[in-house]
């Protein structure tokens, strides 16, 4: 095939003009042997020299006519015609090859032929460019990694200010993962000092010497989000209970933000964005009791609000203050608050009243719950962290959890299910320990502990792909991650024993329950009996009243018989005394 590319260009652009003419080869230089340099050689005489010259050709061989057959010595029966069959008598052709067909040698042969065509048609097809050819050494280094999990530092991210503030919330940059925006406030509010900078920064994960952007709110951000939709917009809670958004392509202030009066009246501790054919809707939690919706477009007042009241009667004194949020996109009428007081609140957005939002509670903890997410791929079921101790629930149990880690000396404060295996999650201490688990390996202790800081780790968040962490801390030093290959990547029937785990646990945890429940109800139908009985038993007998009465006369009588008996005394030692 010709290849031709056309060149278009002006003719006053090319430069001088150039002019060919036919002539003759005219000789320019011409270098004569020099005869002293022959003693440096040896004549080679004779020489070889190897040349192809002939036709190059391929034998074939045909049998098909009978005289072929005979000329070249092939067996008539198997390899050619036989004598006595004329090739032209269709009829006798057609008996022959019926009885060739049958011969098992036959057969055979033709298996032999199709078996090679096959491989010879599949070397002909195009190249699969997504063909693994290397599979058993992947899973070879993937069992390695099993064995020896491991984790490493990348990049050590610090808040450039003088004074140092916790990094409270990390969220990843939804295309490509390559910046992580951290949002920086002081935990101990009421002893912040004065010129605490209110300042959350944008980290380009390949340069911790400067943040890539200034994010500047009117009061310090405690959460901070990008939008999964787009990766320009990023919204934050502050302290004083506004919510505020910003378009990283117009600079470090906030677009828009909500108005004091119809806002939160304690901080934000987490927002979430929500699926929506906009991508413009969110929803908040904080610690005054409320959740509220909001679209960006319009931040003036919330589109709908929630009172996590649980007498369902929406009053906000008596409501539970949220410290996390959970919300799944393929569940988009369902979300779960984690409250102050240790109870997890699952709600259903969609139901016609206020008091219907509140479905049921779960209980187990003993604090504030910092860290609610569902299972990535069984969403049924969900991890909490509070406490000293993380838990993985089911939503069909309500009164225990399903698994439980170990109470530990320290403080969990975050964590997070992995975005890519089932059995993984993190936790982070109070102590500055990273804990990463896999519950089908072992659920008595973590997989990989690493002692990531000295200070305590408040907030953690995992990329994507699995592989790459952050983990913030409490003098704002956000620390991003590397794990092992055997940590991120799925294992073979992984999901299968998972579910098969959850679903055994669910199964046991269901059977305690209706036996809990049963004692339950014999110890109070037990309670009920003797009471009916003891109230029997004193109609005949004195009241209580009577009793009490009784117990104090002989106590008096008691006493009064004492004081004679000492006065007594007191008057025979007057007497030997006179006497004397």
Same mark, same amino acid.
């Given at each position: 095939?010709?290849?031709?590319?056309?060149?278009?260009?002006?003719?006053?652009?090319?430069?001088?003009?150039?002019?060919?003419?036919?002539?003759?080869?005219?000789?320019?230089?011409?270098?004569?042997?020099?005869?002293?340099?022959?003693?440096?050689?040896?004549?080679?005489?004779?020489?070889?020299?190897?040349?192809?010259?002939?036709?190059?050709?391929?034998?074939?061989?045909?049998?098909?006519?009978?005289?072929?057959?005979?000329?070249?010595?092939?067996?008539?029966?198997?390899?050619?015609? #036989?004598?006595?069959?004329?090739?032209?008598?269709?009829?006798?052709?057609?008996?022959?090859?019926?009885?060739?067909?049958?011969?098992?040698?036959?057969?055979?042969?033709?298996?032999?032929?199709?078996?090679?065509?096959?491989?010879?048609?599949?070397?002909?097809?195009?190249?699969?460019?997504?063909?693994?050819?290397?599979?058993?050494?992947?899973?070879?280094?993937?069992?390695?990694?099993?064995?020896?999990?491991?984790?490493?530092?990348?990049?050590?991210?610090?808040?450039?200010?003088?004074?140092?503030?916790?990094?409270?919330?990390?969220?990843?940059?939804?295309?490509?993962?390559?910046?992580?925006?951290?949002?920086?406030?002081?935990?101990?509010?009421?002893?912040?000092?004065?010129?605490?900078?209110?300042?959350?920064?944008?980290?380009?994960?390949?340069?911790?010497?400067?943040?890539?952007?200034?994010?500047?709110?009117?009061?310090?951000?405690?959460?901070?989000?990008?939008?999964?939709?787009?990766?320009?917009?990023?919204?934050?809670?502050?302290?004083?209970?506004?919510?505020?958004?910003?378009?990283?392509?117009?600079?470090?202030?906030?677009?828009?933000?909500?108005?004091?009066?119809?806002?939160?009246?304690?901080?934000?501790?987490?927002?979430?964005?929500?699926?929506?054919?906009?991508?413009?809707?969110?929803?908040?939690?904080?610690?005054?009791?409320?959740?509220?919706?909001?679209?960006?477009?319009?931040?003036?007042?919330?589109?709908?609000?929630?009172?996590?009241?649980?007498?369902?009667?929406?009053?906000?004194?008596?409501?539970?203050?949220?410290?996390?949020?959970?919300?799944?996109?393929?569940?988009?009428?369902?979300?779960?608050?984690?409250?102050?007081?240790?109870?997890?609140?699952?709600?259903?957005?969609?139901?016609?009243?206020?008091?219907?939002?509140?479905?049921?509670?779960?209980?187990?903890?003993?604090?504030?719950?910092?860290?609610?997410?569902?299972?990535?791929?069984?969403?049924?079921?969900?991890?909490?962290?509070?406490?000293?101790?993380?838990?993985?629930?089911?939503?069909?149990?309500?009164?225990?959890?399903?698994?439980?880690?170990?109470?530990?000396?320290?403080?969990?404060?975050?964590?997070?299910?992995?975005?890519?295996? #089932?059995?993984?999650?993190?936790?982070?201490?109070?102590?500055?320990?990273?804990?990463?688990?896999?519950?089908?390996?072992?659920?008595?202790?973590?997989?990989?502990?690493?002692?990531?800081?000295?200070?305590?780790?408040?907030?953690?968040?995992?990329?994507?792909?699995?592989?790459?962490?952050?983990?913030?801390?409490?003098?704002?030093?956000?620390?991003?991650?590397?794990?092992?290959?055997?940590?991120?990547?799925?294992?073979?029937?992984?999901?299968?024993?998972?579910?098969?785990?959850?679903?055994?646990?669910?199964?046991?945890?269901?059977?305690?329950?209706?036996?809990?429940?049963?004692?339950?109800?014999?110890?109070?139908?037990?309670?009920?009996?003797?009471?009916?009985?003891?109230?029997?038993?004193?109609?005949?007998?004195?009241?209580?009243?009577?009793?009490?009465?009784?117990?104090?006369?002989?106590?008096?009588?008691?006493?009064?018989?004492?004081?004679?008996?000492?006065?007594?005394?007191?008057?025979?030692?007057?007497?030997?005394?006179?006497?004397?």
């Amino acid at each position: 095939m010709e290849i031709v590319y056309v060149y278009t260009k002006k003719r006053s652009e090319f430069g001088r003009q150039c002019n060919f003419s036919d002539r003759p080869a005219e000789l320019h230089v011409d270098i004569l042997p020099d005869t002293s340099l022959a003693a440096n050689f040896t004549v080679r005489d004779p020489c070889n020299v190897t040349v192809q010259c002939a036709e190059e050709m391929s034998e074939h061989e045909v049998n098909t006519e009978r005289f072929e057959s005979e000329s070249r010595g092939v067996n008539h029966v198997e390899g050619g015609w #036989p004598k006595d069959l004329n090739p032209e008598d269709m009829e006798a052709t057609i008996r022959y090859r019926k009885k060739v067909e049958k011969d098992e040698h036959y057969q055979n042969t033709i298996m032999q032929i199709a078996g090679l065509m096959e491989h010879c048609c599949k070397q002909n097809n195009a190249t699969d460019i997504y063909q693994e050819f290397f599979e058993d050494e992947d899973e070879e280094v993937m069992e390695e990694s099993e064995e020896q999990p491991s984790a490493k530092t990348i990049n050590v991210f610090r808040d450039p200010n003088e004074v140092k503030r916790t990094a409270t919330s990390l969220s990843w940059h939804p295309d490509g993962n390559h910046k992580l925006a951290v949002a920086y406030s002081s935990v101990e509010f009421q002893r912040a000092p004065n010129d605490t900078s209110f300042d959350s920064y944008i980290w380009d994960i390949e340069n911790p010497n400067k943040p890539e952007m200034t994010l500047k709110p009117v009061s310090p951000l405690v959460c901070l989000e990008y939008n999964p939709k787009d990766s320009h917009i990023l919204v934050g809670g502050s302290y004083n209970g506004q919510i505020a958004y910003w378009d990283t392509r117009k600079g470090s202030q906030p677009v828009e933000m909500s108005t004091i009066e119809h806002s939160h009246r304690d901080p934000v501790y987490k927002v979430i964005w929500l699926q929506s054919k906009t991508g413009t809707d969110i929803f908040s939690a904080s610690t005054d009791g409320q959740v509220l919706w909001w679209d960006i477009r319009k931040m003036s007042e919330p589109t709908e609000r929630l009172v996590l009241d649980p007498s369902k009667k929406g009053n906000l004194d008596s409501a539970l203050g949220a410290v996390s949020l959970e919300f799944e996109t393929t569940m988009p009428t369902k979300f779960m608050v984690g409250t102050e007081q240790g109870l997890v609140v699952s709600c259903n957005r969609k139901a016609k009243t206020p008091a219907e939002k509140i479905v049921c509670t779960y209980s187990g903890h003993h604090g504030p719950i910092y860290a609610l997410q569902r299972n990535p791929l069984f969403p049924k079921n969900f991890l909490t962290v509070a406490d000293w101790t993380a838990r993985i629930w089911s939503e069909d149990i309500k009164e225990s959890s399903i698994m439980w880690t170990k109470y530990h000396m320290a403080h969990l404060l975050d964590g997070c299910w992995s975005p890519v295996r #089932p059995s993984v999650f993190f936790t982070v201490k109070m102590d500055g320990t990273l804990d990463v688990w896999d519950i089908l390996f072992k659920q008595n202790d973590p997989t990989l502990s690493l002692k990531v800081c000295d200070e305590a780790l408040y907030s953690i968040r995992v990329q994507d792909n699995g592989r790459f962490l952050g983990c913030g801390s409490q003098l704002g030093t956000t620390t991003l991650m590397e794990i092992s290959a055997g940590l991120c990547t799925l294992q073979k029937n992984e999901k299968a024993l998972v579910s098969e785990m959850f679903e055994r646990e669910t199964k046991r945890e269901k059977i305690l329950e209706a036996r809990h429940r049963e004692m339950r109800l014999k110890e109070r139908s037990r309670s009920e009996q003797s009471r009916e009985d003891e109230g029997k038993e004193a109609d005949g007998e004195e009241s209580a009243a009577e009793l009490v009465a009784r117990a104090e006369r002989e106590f008096f009588d008691i006493m009064e018989a004492e004081k004679k008996k000492e006065e007594k005394e007191r008057d025979t030692v007057k007497d030997v005394l006179l006497l004397e």
